[in-house]
């Protein structure tokens, strides 16, 4: 797994020539579960992901890259008075870009079922004259009760530009990776369609809470009314259930916080008498932290990170034991952001655009999953920088010694692009500055409570933006300026 993923980000160099990869640089965001107070804080990752069917594609796509760059060497960058010309420029091609967006959707392009005019005006600076996207764009949500192509024409609709369901990452996307569990027999937990979300990101063998709710009757009391009037039949031929994926937030909390626990209980077999109380018990993949969310009213609402801690507490107070989780995913987590970073180099390889991608930036209005989550990675990707700066100079030394060189065939992982993730807070979401922006974007972001989930350490320098403006449409300009590109 670190080996395919690491190869996810080897498209060539914007500034420096290509350097060796350090084996050691991957880990903090694949931390095992037992590591979770490490860098950042973040626990589980996927620790345990194997080479699944997304991780070949990443392979793939990083080879096709590293021909290019082989053929073609690293470009330089051309001056800046020759840089950022708009497609409109009579006889000037625009420049290919060496920079992308990562758009949080709620907050920030939207407001519930409304979009924020802002939104539109940032799109049609970030069209050509053909309605073509000039940079590479993915849209990072952490909604996930809705299937992705669902997702890309709300989008479409919303901008005035084709969202293709390749740019939108749901909270679930990242499953796709943990092929290890693509054949288990799985429990989903959410609401909307997630059946057929488990489906589409590989799992083959799902059973719902209202499957387990319909052969386990007696198990779900609280909704007095809802009992079975007549004591049923007991239930033998229920497959035993292997593992847990919380998609979201479900309706009729008190149903499935009471099955979800009855399955963790009983390793898999709720309709069983029980015994002793397995530990660890069996794997739960959750997605979307976000403890609330901003829709159209004035106050924000619970998010899946609320049903969380109360899955958690409820489990630790039957069992005294902490709820253990196989994987997080979702902003802020690691993986999401390199998902993320795998589709842009995808979209950069479709257009054709002969330069790699650089910088992200990553837009949102939630300090706590957008801004830590672009932080973390960033944070992530200087450390990877200078641990393959000092592995660079370690080679060297052995280049040095014939005794010591390394004979073996170049490696594709030398090749790294992906400098930067710097962070743009709006303020058209959940995070209200109440009153102007400030100058200061360190005094004005820093939460006193923290939202973030449980095995996230509260790294408060990780919820500073980089940037905090009014909107989306400010922080398009914001980067085109530094970018040096046209505002047309
Ligand atoms: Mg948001």
């Known amino acids: 797994m670190e080996s395919a993923l690491r190869s996810v980000r080897h498209a060539g160099s914007c500034s420096s020539p290509p350097k060796r990869e350090s084996d050691s640089l991957m880990g903090p965001h694949f931390l095992s579960s037992d590591s979770r107070r490490g860098l950042g804080g973040e626990r589980g990752g996927c620790s345990r992901l194997r080479r699944g069917m997304g991780l070949g594609c990443l392979r793939n796509a990083s080879k096709a890259a590293l021909r290019r760059w082989r053929r073609g060497g690293p470009r330089a960058r051309p001056p800046i008075s020759q840089r950022g010309l708009g497609v409109g420029a009579p006889g000037v091609s625009e420049t290919p870009p060496t920079f992308g967006f990562l758009f949080d959707i709620d907050g920030v392009l939207v407001r519930g079922r409304h979009v924020i005019p802002a939104a539109q005006e940032a799109f ?25 192509h669902v997702k890309a024409q709300e989008l479409s609709d919303a901008l005035g530009l084709k969202v293709s369901p390749e740019q939108v990452i749901l909270s679930h996307s990242p499953l796709h990776l943990f092929h290890q569990f693509h054949e288990k027999c799985m429990l989903v937990s959410g609401q909307g369609p997630v059946e057929e ?5 590989g799992f083959q063998n799902v059973v719902t809470i209202q499957d387990v709710r319909k052969a386990f009757p007696l198990l779900d009391m609280v909704d007095q009314s809802r009992r079975p009037k007549e004591l049923p039949p007991p239930t033998t031929d229920f497959p035993t259930i292997e593992g847990v994926i919380l998609f979201g937030e479900p309706v009729r909390w008190e149903t499935s916080l009471q099955l979800i626990i009855d399955v963790l209980l009983s390793n898999g077999n709720p309709g069983a008498e029980l015994a002793a109380v397995p530990y660890p018990h069996i794997p739960v993949l959750a997605c979307n932290m976000d403890l609330l969310w901003m829709a159209e009213a004035k106050m924000p609402r619970f998010g899946h990170g609320t049903f969380l801690v109360c899955l958690e507490n409820i489990y630790k107070k039957v069992t005294g034991r902490e709820l253990k989780y196989e994987a997080l995913i979702g902003k802020p987590s690691i993986v999401t952001y390199q998902y993320a970073e795998y589709l842009i180099k995808q979209q950069v390889e479709r257009r054709g655009w002969p330069s790699p991608i650089c910088r992200l930036y990553a837009v949102g209005d939630n300090p706590m999953s957008d801004i830590y989550g672009a932080n973390f990675y960033n944070r992530y990707l200087k450390a990877a920088c200078q641990a393959r700066a000092q592995a660079e100079v370690k080679r060297s030394v052995g280049v040095a010694d014939p005794q010591s060189e390394d004979h073996s065939e170049p490696k594709e992982d030398w090749y790294v692009s992906l400098e930067s993730c710097k962070s743009i807070l709006v303020c058209t979401g959940v995070y209200s500055p109440h009153g102007d ?47 040096n590109w046209s505002q047309e």
């Open 197 to 201: 979300n488990a489906r589409n990101v």
């Open 124 to 148: 049609r600076k970030l069209l050509d004259s053909n309605g073509q996207l000039r940079v590479p764009v993915v849209f990072v949500t952490n909604a996930g009760n809705c299937l992705q």
């Open 437 to 483: 922006v400030p100058a200061d974007p360190h005094e004005s972001t820093v939460e006193t409570v923290f939202h973030g989930h449980r095995d996230f350490r509260f790294d408060t320098s990780l919820l500073e933006a980089s940037y905090v403006v009014q909107d989306v449409n400010e922080a398009v300009e914001l980067v085109f300026e530094k970018e």
